[in-house]
């Protein structure tokens, strides 16, 4: 069963946010819905949504300060909606970054076509990218190998170059013991001038940035006597 995707309307006259309410409903979103723009803003805060619908004219907080904000942490598609017909205001909330501009009156089954194609233009931009950039992902732990960063829990962390390419490398080849030596061969090459107590700070540094309890690490473990292997 497929997820339902979240959208979030933020627009004051309560008629016609019910309206869009009901028929994204009907066509299997799920649907949340604010009715001033301060209201409107702490949501997109609080709670992350696949689709944005948001009325120009709101009190407190209007809909291009939302808009803005929005694009300032996500790339998800924003649809702005007013009454308005000027062009000005057309070419601002689209500078600012929203995906498209429906002018009132409209047809609820217009905005439904409407977020169901930018819905789709935007998977399907996603599901290039990720094809593009090889990932790794193991409980929570996100490694971007294409553009070298690393997350944990959606939070990124800065690695450097021999962090990043250690753990790339033990979590690329998961449940395999490797020694010291091994891995210090495999990412400072033989050539490298140092010893192998390298490995363990590094190790060290690795657990500091992505472990909850560096004590219990439920990623890098340490095997005794062996070396260190990446758990699944």
């Given at each position: 069963?497929?997820?339902?995707?979240?959208?979030?309307?933020?627009?004051?006259?309560?008629?016609?946010?019910?309206?869009?309410?009901?028929?994204?409903?009907?066509?299997?979103?799920?649907?949340?819905?604010?009715?001033?723009?301060?209201?409107?803003?702490?949501?997109?805060?609080?709670?992350?949504?696949?689709?944005?619908?948001?009325?120009?004219?709101?009190?407190?907080?209007?809909?291009?300060?939302?808009?803005?904000?929005?694009?300032?942490?996500?790339?998800?598609?924003?649809?702005?909606?007013?009454?308005?017909?000027?062009?000005?205001?057309?070419?601002k909330g689209l500078g600012l970054g929203a995906d498209d501009y429906i002018?009132?009156?409209?047809?609820?089954?217009?905005?439904?076509?409407?977020?169901?194609?930018?819905?789709?233009?935007?998977?399907?931009?996603?599901?290039?990218?990720?094809?593009?950039?090889?990932?790794?992902?193991?409980?929570?732990?996100?490694?971007?190998?294409?553009?070298?960063?690393?997350?944990?829990?959606?939070?990124?962390?800065?690695?450097?170059?021999?962090?990043?390419?250690?753990?790339?490398?033990?979590?690329?080849?998961?449940?395999?013991?490797?020694?010291?030596?091994?891995?210090?061969?495999?990412?400072?090459?033989?050539?490298?001038?140092?010893?192998?107590?390298?490995?363990?700070?590094?190790?060290?540094?690795?657990?500091?940035?992505i472990e909850y309890d560096t004590s219990k690490p439920q990623y890098i473990?340490?095997?005794?006597?062996?070396?260190?292997?990446?758990?699944?």
């Amino acid at each position: 069963m497929s997820v339902k995707k979240k959208i979030l309307i933020v627009e004051d006259e309560e008629s016609i946010a019910e309206l869009e309410k009901d028929y994204l409903e009907m066509n299997g979103y799920e649907v949340t819905v604010e009715t001033n723009g301060t209201a409107g803003l702490s949501r997109t805060y609080e709670e992350e949504f696949d689709l944005y619908i948001l009325d120009l004219m709101l009190p407190g907080v209007d809909g291009f300060d939302i808009c803005q904000s929005i694009r300032e942490r996500f790339d998800k598609p924003v649809l702005m909606v007013s009454a308005k017909k000027d062009d000005e205001d057309k070419i601002k909330g689209l500078g600012l970054g929203a995906d498209d501009y429906i002018t009132k009156p409209f047809s609820p089954s217009e905005l439904v076509a409407r977020v169901k194609a930018h819905l789709t233009r935007y998977e399907r931009l996603i599901g290039k990218s990720q094809e593009e950039n090889e990932i790794v992902e193991i409980r929570g732990l996100k490694i971007d190998k294409t553009a070298r960063r690393v997350y944990v829990n959606g939070e990124e962390k800065v690695l450097t170059t021999k962090e990043f390419d250690l753990l790339t490398f033990l979590a690329s080849h998961p449940n395999h013991v490797y020694t010291k030596d091994e891995l210090f061969q495999e990412i400072w090459d033989m050539e490298s001038i140092g010893d192998i107590a390298t490995v363990t700070v590094h190790i060290k540094k690795i657990r500091e940035k992505i472990e909850y309890d560096t004590s219990k690490p439920q990623y890098i473990e340490t095997i005794w006597g062996v070396g260190y292997r990446f758990k699944v």
